[in-house]
C-alpha cells in the first residue's frame, strides 16, 4: 500500500495536538505533514482545518495568500478530497455563518463552505470553553456537535484534546477510503 498523506493546515491555531494525536495512531504508511502553502497542500490526500480564531486563518489564507484560499476551495468542491475542520475549522467549512458581521468584515466570503449548515459562531463562548462536553441546561437538547456530508467532517469541539484518537482514526478511513476507491 503507497503512503497516505494527511495535511494539517498550520497558519495558526491548535495544529501540534492534531499532528501528535495522528502520529499516535502509529500506521506505517501515514504520512502527517504541516501545511503552510498551496505546494504542501498539494501533497495532500486528505486536511485537517484545526481550531484556532477563524478570522485569522481566513485572513491568512486571503489577504496573505490568495492563492492558498483559491486552492482550499479547488480541494474541498473540484477535488472532493477529505477535509475535517474542528471548531474554528468548522465554521469555515460551514455553508453560512451566523453573526459574522459582528466579528469581520469578510461578508459572503467568510467561509470555504462545503457543509451545507448554518453555524453559530461562539456559540458557546471563549473558545477556551469550547469542549466535547455541553451543559444541556444552557443549551438545549439539541446540540450537534459533529456533521459530516460528502468529503467534509465538521466538530464544534476539540477531539485532538481529548485521550483517544477516535476521530482520527475515523478521519485517516475516509482519506484511506477516497484515495483507493
Given at each position: 500500500m503507497s503512503e497516505i498523506t494527511i495535511g494539517v493546515l498550520s497558519l495558526q491555531g491548535?495544529?501540534?495536538?492534531?499532528?501528535?494525536?495522528?502520529?499516535?495512531?502509529?500506521?506505517?504508511?501515514?504520512?502527517?505533514?504541516?501545511?503552510?502553502?498551496?505546494?504542501?497542500?498539494?501533497?495532500?490526500?486528505?486536511?485537517?482545518?484545526?481550531?484556532?480564531?477563524?478570522?485569522t486563518v481566513r485572513r491568512c489564507c486571503a489577504y496573505e495568500n490568495d492563492t492558498l484560499y483559491n486552492a482550499l476551495l479547488h480541494f474541498i468542491h473540484v477535488l472532493k478530497k477529505p477535509i475535517w475542520g474542528t471548531c474554528a475549522g468548522c465554521i469555515l467549512l460551514s455553508k453560512n455563518v451566523e453573526n459574522i458581521k459582528l466579528y469581520s468584515n469578510f461578508g459572503n466570503k467568510f467561509s470555504f463552505g462545503g457543509l451545507d449548515i448554518t453555524i453559530c459562531r461562539n456559540f458557546y463562548g471563549s473558545q477556551v470553553k469550547v469542549i466535547a462536553t455541553f451543559s444541556h441546561e444552557l443549551y438545549g437538547s439539541n446540540i450537534i456537535a459533529a456533521v459530516e456530508?460528502?468529503?467534509?467532517?465538521?466538530?464544534?469541539?476539540?477531539?485532538?484534546?481529548?485521550?483517544?484518537?477516535?476521530?482520527?482514526q475515523y478521519f485517516y478511513e475516509k482519506v484511506?477510503?477516497?484515495?483507493?476507491?
Open positions: 491548535d495544529f501540534e495536538p492534531h499532528i501528535n494525536h495522528f502520529i499516535k495512531l502509529q500506521i506505517p504508511s501515514l504520512n502527517i505533514i504541516q501545511v503552510r502553502n498551496v505546494n504542501d497542500l498539494g501533497l495532500c490526500d486528505g486536511l485537517v482545518i484545526p481550531g484556532g480564531e477563524s478570522t456530508q460528502n468529503n467534509c467532517l465538521g466538530t464544534v469541539f476539540h477531539p485532538e484534546l481529548l485521550p483517544h484518537t477516535a476521530f482520527q484511506k477510503n477516497y484515495k483507493y476507491s
